[in-house]
């Protein structure tokens, strides 16, 4: 395959397209299988469509949208229907959806025939700027977050700036937690600069969604398999996908989107950070003031929290039984591997609940 440089991974708008045909053009691929949920396949389908050049068979495959379908059931339908409709190992997938499509698209194709190439096309801000880069792929096991899973990067990632207009309110909200994250652990000026989006046009918003694939990308370069400092992007996650996967797998709750999770999560970790690294006090004020006006609050009842940090044993980050944090010193200062004690959970769900 041609080969595309870890620094040009990501391409945007109409440069991702031009990019994106060149490949095809320059590639011999057997047939080229588009995997879409049912939201992309009505929204994104046919625009994508209009702009692909090449003269290969195109095939669309479809799955149901959302979280509680990234799992092996949709896994094994796809790979029945590539392999029903003449997929070989010459074969190309373009995953066109948010974090989920991305993220069982990638661990498809990265497992079908011990490997076929694939391109990610996100449409959803979360998968812009974290789901789509960085080469994870996976699914969740019984509900629990991204337990099976591989990393192999994509041949490239194409953003296509302009589908955002297509989503809900509450989906770019999604995204936008895992923008805070990259100024949280990386670039405090990036972090301040987020606080007003409510004031942000489109253009605004691309240089932004770029900067945060940047940080990403740099992280990404310097560890890949994630043995060190890649474990910082999980800020927040730790409890964030506990979090998670409580409110998905609990018929009694309203589920709540990765974003949301993650960012009720970043403010627990801030205060697990004050208290074990002397992370600042007034830091911690204004990144739980700035969450909290964005997301509102989520109500945790007691018996919420401790099914929570029971779920906490399943992060796939946990070595030997412990169950390590991402913290921070300050912000860009990330520290990793830090283990907190159960009472001090508890404290931190007590000031994630005190009134405003």
């Known amino acids: 395959m041609t080969e595309v440089s870890q620094d040009q991974q990501v391409f945007f708008n109409e440069n991702g397209y031009k990019q994106l045909n060149l490949f095809l053009k320059n590639n011999s691929f057997s047939k080229i299988f588009i995997l879409v ?6 929204h994104c389908l046919s625009p994508f469509l209009q702009r692909l050049e ?3 068979t195109l095939e669309v495959i479809e799955m149901e949208a959302g979280e509680e379908h990234k799992n092996l059931e949709t896994c094994n339908g796809i790979w029945k229907t590539l392999s029903e409709l003449g997929g070989d190992r010459k074969s190309l997938l373009i995953n066109l959806g948010g974090g989920v499509v991305t993220d069982l698209g990638g661990f498809v194709a990265a497992t079908f025939k011990r490997g076929i190439s694939f391109v990610h096309f ?11 880069v960085g080469g994870k792929n996976g699914i ?4 629990l977050k991204n337990q099976i899973g591989t990393i192999r990067p994509p041949e490239m990632v194409v953003a296509d700036i302009s589908f955002l207009t297509t989503l809900p309110s509450a989906e770019m909200r999604s995204g936008l937690a895992e923008m805070l994250k990259h100024g949280l652990i990386r670039d405090e000026a990036y972090w301040n600069s987020l606080q007003n989006l409510q004031d942000l046009n489109l253009s605004h918003l691309e240089a932004l969604i770029r900067r945060s694939v940047e940080i990403k990308e740099e992280i990404v370069r310097q560890d890949p398999e994630e043995k060190h400092l890649r474990k910082s992007l999980n800020y927040g996650h730790t409890l964030g996908h506990a979090i998670e996967t409580y409110f998905l797998e609990t018929p009694e709750k309203t589920k709540l989107l990765h ?9 627990l970790a801030t205060y697990l950070s004050n208290k074990t690294e002397s992370f600042p006090e007034a830091k911690m004020q204004e990144i739980r003031k700035a969450i909290l006006a964005m997301y509102g609050k989520v109500d945790f009842l007691e018996e919420d929290q401790k099914k929570i940090i029971e779920l906490l044993k399943f992060d796939k980050k946990n070595e030997g039984g412990k169950i390590n944090f991402v913290l921070l010193r300050k912000i860009g200062e990330p520290v990793i591997d830090r283990q907190v004690s159960n009472e001090l959970i508890y404290e931190a769900f007590r000031y994630y609940l005190e009134p405003q």
């Open 37 to 42: 949920d049912t939201n992309t396949h009505t």
């Open 54 to 56: 090449t003269e290969v």
């Open 122 to 132: 996100p449409t959803t801000l979360l998968a812009m700027v974290d789901a789509a």
């Open 140 to 143: 969740n096991l019984d509900g």
């Open 259 to 267: 974003g949301e999770a993650v960012a009720a999560g970043m403010v």
